[in-house]
């Protein structure tokens, strides 16, 4: 057995051999398993509850990992595996953390009860690894050069990502409204372009998508509420000129007029301000800070609409649409660049008024309205659709497809024990170790809809092995089926970088055997008496 060293005084220690192995695989699959019953359309869903009492209810596999504080080093690598697989791709976050848990549960099993050496099963991985990608490639389809035929991949992978997220009930027209969306943006990868608003009431039905750009505020009052042909300025500046306020100086007043004479020099220096803003031939003035009674009044009698306290995100992406600069002074009117568009109107969704930005400079931006009953559900309900365009940004960039709901799994896991078979060694477990993780995501998949999940993913098997490569798994009949005919796709980008991390993530933690834990550095007492 390993031996246990420990420093207690000084809080640093180390753990050697096998405690540090133990320790590092259970953390792993500690983390893997509470994400585990997320996986799939009939996965569950978690409700994380944080100490301030805010309640996120999330089926996104980096959504959870993200909230849990984790104290294991091994669970980490685990984690932050997960949150890249988020920023790269979007989707496949909980399938990462699984099949990284599965090998390690593999090569606990080889390692600890067979005495295989770690590096033997690093091997065996590696050259597995090599062999998997290979036939998920081969298997790959490319049908970027038919549009309707590629516009249809996309609505399936679109379908595929949503039906294990609460969108699942609408998932054809979600699935619609994600790829119009990308399909706007014109090959652009910037998702900055899609503009999501949420807004309580109604059921998920009524989201709807605008193409234009919809910004969450009011008109102020007394001002146009439509103009055509907009010249707008989008501005982050403070329209008081009031540094009374703003420093707390004390001003002492001998009576009233005094007060009188500082308020009006004030009104002249907002005047002025506002004066120079009209300068810019302008019909709209956007600013990000507040826009106070009397500067409100000179707009509206210049005909020009003022919107206050437009939230940052929202002011960015605005002028990113409008191709206008956000300007901050405003000395030189022909020098800041002005955002046009063909219409700005107010509009009414639901109880609330926002304001309609359509005819953008940039034709692809556009808005995706979200309705729903509770906030908990509108959030839920952004992370899956999020996901969801991530997918599709990603898959019109690397167009290739392949077929989801385990089949590409054990597709790969067939080539993987093909080459087991051939090779000499000890290797060869740590191949069928690799294979057998692939299996357990079909495996796992049927387990979290209530099947059967020994007898399916064994009739899979059987199946693969007599060439027909489109078998997977119907969760919906609780049988297998053919991945085809229910247009069950997915990424192949997403899919290969899903193995690809799991596998770098497990060897990562495989190849660990000593945890040292490092002492805080000690703070020198300060014994002298003042």
């Known amino acids: 057995?390993?031996?246990?060293?420990?420093?207690?005084?000084?809080?640093?220690?180390?753990?050697?051999?096998?405690?540090?192995?133990?320790?590092?695989?259970?953390?792993?699959?500690?983390?893997?398993?509470?994400?585990?019953?997320?996986?799939?359309?009939?996965?569950?869903?978690?409700?994380?509850?944080?100490?301030?009492?805010?309640?996120?209810?999330?089926?996104?596999?980096?959504?959870?990992?993200?909230?849990?504080?984790?104290?294991?080093?091994?669970?980490?690598?685990?984690?932050?595996?997960?949150?890249?697989?988020?920023?790269?791709?979007?989707?496949?976050?909980?399938?990462?953390?699984?099949?990284?848990?599965?090998?390690?549960?593999?090569?606990?099993?080889?390692?600890?009860?067979?005495?295989?050496?770690?590096?033997?099963?690093?091997?065996?991985?590696?050259?597995?690894?090599?062999?998997?990608?290979?036939?998920?490639?081969?298997?790959?389809?490319?049908?970027?050069?038919?549009?309707?035929?590629?516009?249809?991949?996309?609505?399936?992978?679109?379908?595929?990502?949503?039906?294990?997220?609460?969108?699942?009930?609408?998932?054809?027209?979600?699935?619609?409204?994600?790829?119009?969306?990308?399909?706007?943006?014109?090959?652009?990868?910037?998702?900055?372009?899609?503009?999501?608003?949420?807004?309580?009431?109604?059921?998920?039905?009524?989201?709807?998508?605008?193409?234009?750009?919809?910004?969450?505020?009011?008109?102020?009052?007394?001002?146009?509420?439509?103009?055509?042909?907009?010249?707008?300025?989008?501005?982050?500046?403070?329209?008081?000129?009031?540094?009374?306020?703003?420093?707390?100086?004390?001003?002492?007043?001998?009576?009233?007029?005094?007060?009188?004479?500082?308020?009006?020099?004030?009104?002249?220096?907002?005047?002025?301000?506002?004066?120079?803003?009209?300068?810019?031939?302008?019909?709209?003035?956007?600013?990000?800070?507040?826009?106070?009674?009397?500067?409100?009044?000179?707009?509206?009698?210049?005909?020009v609409m003022a919107i206050e306290h437009a939230d940052f995100e929202g002011v960015e992406r605005l002028a990113k649409v409008l191709d206008a600069e956000i300007a901050s002074t405003f000395d030189q009117p022909g020098r800041v660049k002005v955002g046009r568009c063909d219409l700005v109107e107010e509009i009414v969704i639901g109880e609330d008024k926002v304001i309609r930005f359509s005819g953008v400079a940039k034709g692809e931006a556009c808005t995706v309205v979200l309705r729903g009953a509770s906030k908990q559900i509108l959030d839920e309900a952004e992370r899956s659709l999020h996901d969801a365009l991530c997918i599709l940004v990603s898959t019109t960039q690397h167009t290739r497809t392949v077929l989801g709901g385990g089949c590409s799994e054990m597709l790969m896991a067939q080539a993987v024990e093909e080459l087991a078979k051939q090779t000499a060694g000890k290797e060869a477990l740590a191949m069928e170790g690799f294979a057998n993780a692939l299996r357990a995501i079909p495996a796992i998949l049927s387990d979290n809809a209530g099947l059967d999940s020994t007898e399916l993913v064994a009739q899979m098997r059987k199946l693969h092995y007599e060439g027909r490569h489109s078998v997977g798994l119907d969760v919906e009949r609780g049988c297998v089926g053919d991945m085809v005919e229910l247009r069950i796709t997915e990424s192949y980008r997403a899919k290969s970088q899903v193995v690809i991390s799991a596998h770098e993530a497990a060897e990562m933690i495989v190849r660990v055997d000593e945890i040292i834990r490092t002492a805080p550095r000690q703070r020198e007492q300060d014994h002298r008496h003042h």
């Open 1 to 303: 057995m390993g031996t246990k060293l420990f420093n207690e005084e000084g809080g640093a220690g180390e753990e050697k051999g096998e405690f540090a192995r133990m320790s590092s695989f259970v953390g792993a699959i500690a983390v893997a398993d509470l994400v585990k019953t997320t996986l799939g359309p009939k996965g569950m869903d978690k409700i994380l509850q944080s100490q301030s009492g805010a309640v996120t209810f999330t089926n996104d596999g980096a959504t959870i990992l993200k909230q849990i504080p984790i104290d294991n080093p091994a669970a980490k690598i685990i984690v932050d595996t997960s949150k890249t697989q988020d920023s790269e791709i979007g989707d496949g976050t909980t399938s990462v953390a699984v099949l990284a848990g599965e090998l390690l549960r593999e090569a606990e099993k080889l390692i600890t009860i067979m005495k295989i050496h770690p590096q033997t099963v690093v091997r065996g991985w590696r050259k597995a690894l090599v062999a998997a990608r290979a036939a998920l490639e081969g298997a790959a389809v490319d049908n970027v050069a038919d549009a309707a035929k590629f516009r249809n991949d996309l609505v399936n992978i679109a379908r595929t990502t949503l039906s294990s997220k609460i969108l699942s009930s609408e998932k054809d027209f979600f699935a619609n409204l994600a790829v119009d969306a990308v399909l706007r943006m014109k090959g652009s990868v910037d998702l900055g372009n899609i503009h999501i608003i949420k807004k309580i009431g109604g059921n998920m039905r009524d989201s709807f998508l605008d193409t234009g750009f919809i910004l969450d505020k009011k008109i102020g009052v007394g001002q146009p509420k439509r103009i055509e042909n907009a010249r707008i300025l989008v501005s982050n500046t403070s329209l008081d000129s009031d540094k009374i306020k703003i420093y707390g100086a004390k001003i002492k007043v001998d009576n009233v007029n005094e007060m009188a004479t500082i308020e009006e020099e004030e009104k002249k220096k907002m005047k002025e301000k506002v004066q120079k803003i009209l300068k810019h031939d302008i019909n709209i003035f956007i600013d990000r800070q507040l826009i106070y009674n009397y500067p409100e009044q000179l707009f509206a009698d210049a005909g």
